[in-house]
C-alpha cells in the first residue's frame, strides 16, 4: 500500500462546476496534511494546509480532513480553466526526525474545460 | 519580498561529471528542504536541513550524493559523477521558524544527463 494515494485522474469538469479531489494516507498517526498545485512544467504551489479534523475553507477552496477513515479532500467550488493542473497531495512525516519531510502522493490532474 | 531562488535553472552534464545545484531561502526562512521530481514519478523528498545541521536525510542516495546549508551563503545539493538516471528536476523548498511545516518551493533545477 502507497503511503498517499490519490486517483491519477484525468478528473474533468465543466467551467463552474465542483472538482473533488481525494487522497488516503496510511499513517494513522499522520497530523499534518497538505495540498499543493503544480502547473505543467512549473513547481507546486502550496494551496491549503489542514491539521484537524472537519472542513477549512479559503476562498473558493475546501479543504476536508477525517483521520478516522485516513482520508482528506480538496473542493474547488465555481472552477475556472486556470485551475487546470495537477493537485498534489501531501502528508508530513512523525515521529524522529521526519517531522520536515512530506511524502506526496502522485497527483490528480484536473482540467476544467470552458 | 523574494521567494526561494534556485540556480542554475537549467543545468546539462555530461556522464561522470559534477552538477551542483544552489538553493537560496525566503527571507527569514531557516529551514530548506531538497525534493526530486523524476518524469513521469512524483515528487520525492531528499534531504531537510537547518543552517550547518543535516536534520533528515532518509530520501538521499547513499553514493553520490550530498547536501550542505552553511552558515552564510544558498544551501547546495551536490551530485558527483553523474548518471543519466539522475535527469530530473529537483526543488528546493523552505519554511519559517515559527510554522516550520509549511513549505514554499523553489521554481526548480532541471538536470539533464547527457
Known amino acids: 500500500q502507497k503511503e498517499v494515494e490519490q486517483n491519477s485522474g484525468p478528473l474533468s469538469v465543466p467551467e463552474g462546476a465542483i472538482a473533488s479531489l481525494n487522497c488516503t494516507y496510511s499513517?494513522?498517526?499522520?497530523?499534518?496534511f497538505f495540498w499543493y498545485r503544480q502547473y505543467s512544467g512549473k513547481s507546486p504551489e502550496l494551496i491549503m494546509f489542514?491539521?484537524?479534523?472537519g472542513d477549512k475553507e479559503d476562498g473558493r477552496f475546501t479543504a476536508q480532513l477525517n483521520k478516522a477513515s485516513q482520508y482528506v479532500s480538496l473542493l474547488i467550488r465555481d472552477s475556472q480553466p486556470s485551475d487546470s493542473a495537477t493537485y498534489l497531495c501531501?502528508?508530513?512525516?512523525?515521529?524522529?526526525?521526519?517531522?520536515?519531510?512530506?511524502?506526496f502522493g502522485q497527483g490528480t490532474i484536473l482540467t476544467v474545460h470552458p | 519580498n523574494a521567494g526561494v531562488m534556485q540556480n542554475p535553472r537549467h543545468l546539462v552534464r555530461r556522464r561522470g561529471q559534477e552538477a551542483r545545484l544552489r538553493c537560496s531561502p525566503m527571507?527569514?526562512?531557516?529551514?530548506v528542504y531538497w525534493y526530486r521530481q523524476l518524469p513521469e514519478e512524483g515528487l520525492k523528498f531528499m534531504v531537510y536541513?537547518?543552517?550547518?545541521?543535516?536534520?533528515?536525510e532518509s530520501g538521499m542516495p547513499k553514493e553520490r550524493f550530498s547536501a550542505e546549508f552553511p552558515k552564510e551563503g544558498p544551501s547546495i545539493l551536490r551530485i558527483q559523477q553523474v548518471v543519466r538516471g539522475d535527469s530530473a528536476a529537483y526543488f528546493c523548498?523552505?519554511?519559517?521558524?515559527?510554522?516550520?511545516?509549511?513549505?514554499?518551493f523553489g521554481p526548480g533545477t532541471r538536470l539533464t544527463v547527457t
Open positions: 489542514i491539521y484537524s479534523n
Open positions: 527571507k527569514g526562512h531557516s529551514h
Open positions: 536541513l537547518q543552517k550547518e545541521n543535516i536534520i533528515d
Open positions: 501531501a502528508v508530513r512525516g512523525v515521529g524522529g526526525t521526519s517531522y520536515g519531510k512530506l511524502t
Open positions: 499513517d494513522r498517526g499522520s497530523q499534518s
Open positions: 523548498a523552505s519554511s519559517p521558524p515559527v510554522s516550520p511545516y509549511e513549505q514554499y
